[in-house]
């Protein structure tokens, strides 16, 4: 059985973390937390590996990037 989280879910790690969390540190910790295998579904139900995630995340202006800490974007995140 697949092992599927909401990207919202990795919102609210990046959120609760006032200052920002490094890119690799939450690469890391979301591997470690769900394992090497998880799948992460956004609101229209698309798969993707962790990489694979944040990488929509950015490219969405979910997260922002910069020095490599990333931080959520809340103007843009829905909130259903």
């Known amino acids: 059985m697949e092992h599927v989280i909401h990207a919202h879910d990795v919102l609210h790690m990046v959120a609760e973390s006032n200052d920002g969390i490094l890119l690799e540190e939450l690469r890391a910790t979301l591997n470690m937390r769900f394992g090497p295998d998880v799948r992460f579904t956004n609101c229209a139900d698309a798969r993707f590996t962790v990489d694979e995630l944040l ?16 931080r959520v974007n809340s103007q843009n995140v829905c909130s259903h």
Do not use: M, W
């Open 55 to 70: 990488q929509f995340l950015v490219a969405r202006s979910k997260i922002s990037v910069r020095n490599g800490v990333a």
